[in-house]
Antibody, heavy 118, light 108 residues
Framework: EVQLVESGGGLVQPGGSLRLSCATSGFDFSRYSMDWVRQTPGKGLQWISHISTDSRTTYYADSVKGRFTISRDNAQNSLFLQMNSLRDDDTGVYHC???????????WGQGTLVTVSS | EIMLTQSPDTLSLSPGERATLSCRTSQRVTDKQLAWYQQKFGQAPRLLIYGISSRVDGVPDKFSGSGSGTDFTLTISRLDPEDFAVYYCQQYTQSLWTFGQGTKVEIK
């Protein structure tokens, strides 16, 4: 059974930092590119970042470029998101996701809640 | 950046009825990179359709996707109680993934 389990969310003040993790199992992690997608009541689903299988290629949404860094550890089957200079509008549930079907996401974690507030 | 606009925002229907959900993109979708997801309260999104019209293994054939260019449709041929949920379209182009704002299918 494929499992993606996020952790590391919490309450942080504006300007603060958090590091999210996504532990995976049940599929060959090293062969899948991975992504972070966040969900907010106001904006729905928003793609945040992508990393290739070998970590050589990363992409970011404009809203997080320069503040967030995606990384992975294929030996540990884990995905990470380092979030710096957090803003109020970064609040949301952060899902890790992956897929192999024409750039869609067929594997999702339940998400971890990040709340940025003073 | 491609924008995706879904309509309607809310669709009120009765079990057994047909649901037709629309997704319009601001630019032509290339290489059939258009997908549909179902999300129920408290759950992660579930991929239903990829490549505009291909169903994921295990997805019932009451779900079908169609369209081309900038106009796409998800059809649920006959609504069952478990189909009342929020549905999102999603596209990929030029290293960017974008979602529509969602259509809520609610019980009338």
């Amino acid at each position: 059974e494929v499992q993606l389990v996020e952790s590391g969310g919490g309450l942080v003040q504006p300007g603060g930092s958090l590091r999210l993790s996504c532990a995976t199992s049940g599929f060959d992690f090293s062969r899948y590119s991975m992504d972070w997608v966040r969900q907010t009541p106001g904006k729905g689903l928003q793609w945040i970042s992508h990393i290739s299988t070998d970590s050589r290629t990363t992409y970011y949404a404009d809203s997080v470029k320069g503040r967030f860094t995606i990384s992975r550890d294929n030996a540990q089957n884990s995905l990470f998101l380092q979030m710096n200079s957090l803003r109020d509008d970064d609040t949301g549930v952060y899902h890790c996701a992956s897929g192999f079907l024409q750039n869609s996401f067929n594997y999702w974690g339940q998400g971890t809640l990040v709340t940025v507030s003073s | 950046e491609i924008m995706l606009t879904q309509s309607p925002d809310t669709l009120s229907l009765s079990p057994g009825e047909r649901a037709t959900l629309s997704c319009r993109t601001s630019q032509r979708v290339t290489d059939k990179q258009l997908a549909w997801y179902q999300q129920k309260f408290g759950q992660a999104p579930r991929l239903l359709i990829y490549g505009i019209s291909s169903r994921v293994d295990g997805v019932p054939d009451k779900f079908s996707g169609s369209g081309s260019g900038t106009d796409f449709t998800l059809t649920i041929s006959r609504l069952d109680p478990e189909d009342f949920a929020v549905y999102y379209c999603q596209q990929y182009t030029q290293s960017l993934w974008t979602f529509g704002q969602g259509t809520k299918v609610e019980i009338k």
